[in-house]
């Protein structure tokens, strides 16, 4: 029977020689080892016992509460950080460009032309 040489790091083969048995060569031994290995490794991918499935379940649960929690109390916060700063605006005085602010600068308020750099 043809053969063929593979070449295996030295732990692995450390790992595998002390799985071998005494009357079994390392082809046996891979034989035997991928024998007992339960079908393909596929198969079974992504799948959790009913267990598992539920604890991890209750871990989203729970981190979706924690983070719908913690957004609520940041919206809450921005919205009164908008409406203090709105406030300090208003009782500043500072509700934008005035009449008298254009006049100062030698423009007549009522020059439609003004904008443009038009006369009338």
């Known amino acids: 029977m043809p053969t063929k040489t593979i ?13 071998k048995r005494d009357d079994e060569s390392f082809t046996d031994l891979i034989d035997r080892l991928i024998d007992e290995s339960e079908g393909d490794w596929r198969d079974g991918f ?11 379940r209750e871990g989203a649960d729970t981190s979706r509460t924690r983070f719908n ?11 009164e950080r908008l409406v ?6 208003v009782a500043g005085g500072d509700d934008g460009p005035s009449n008298d602010d254009a006049n ?6 009522d020059d ?3 904008e443009t750099g038009g006369s009338a």
């Not at 929690?69 to 919205?79: I, K, L, Y």
């Open 7 to 19: 070449g295996v790091r030295e732990e692995v083969y450390e790992r595998l020689r002390a799985r």
């Open 69 to 79: 929690e913690s957004a609520g109390d940041r919206q809450t916060a921005a919205t």
């Open 46 to 56: 992504g799948s959790l016992s009913t267990e598992a499935a539920e604890s991890l």
């Open 104 to 109: 100062s600068e030698g423009v007549d308020p």
């Open 84 to 89: 203090d700063a709105s406030t300090e605006c």
């Open 112 to 114: 439609s032309n003004a």
